[in-house]
């Protein structure tokens, strides 16, 4: 499987979920203590270091350890990638959504002749 397809299959992965959004809402404050982080959230942090994991995995979040504390913060890399492929996606289909919007346009002119 081609590397850049698993990264934005994990970031998309990523996104689905609105518990990892929210987290990244957050982690988009500035960096934070995995504890504090799973503090506004009803689950347990077993639960939260689920979500956190799988951010992880998609680059989506870096773990920093200074002795016992672990810190999170938000890494837009891997999303700023997943943007690019959107914006590719969005470019093609507009354009031959265009296209279609032409050739419909000069089929509506001919019948109206």
Do not use: C
């Not at 850049?4 to 982690?27: M, W």
């Not at 504890?35 to 995995?57: G, Q, Y």
Request: glycine share 2%.
């Amino acid at each position: 499987m081609n590397a850049h397809k698993l990264d934005l299959d994990q970031i998309l992965l990523a996104l689905a979920d609105p518990t990892r959004r929210a987290i990244l809402q957050r982690l988009s404050k500035g960096e934070t203590r995995v504890t504090d982080l799973a503090n506004p959230f009803a689950m347990s942090l077993n639960s939260v270091s689920k979500h956190i994991r799988i951010l992880e995995r998609a680059r989506l979040v870096k773990r920093r350890q200074s002795g016992r504390e672990h810190f999170l913060s938000y890494d837009p890399r891997a999303f700023e990638m997943a943007l690019q492929w959107m914006e590719k996606q969005s470019r093609l289909w507009n354009g031959r959504l265009d296209i279609l919007e032409q050739i419909l346009d000069e089929e509506d002119s001919r019948e109206s002749e």
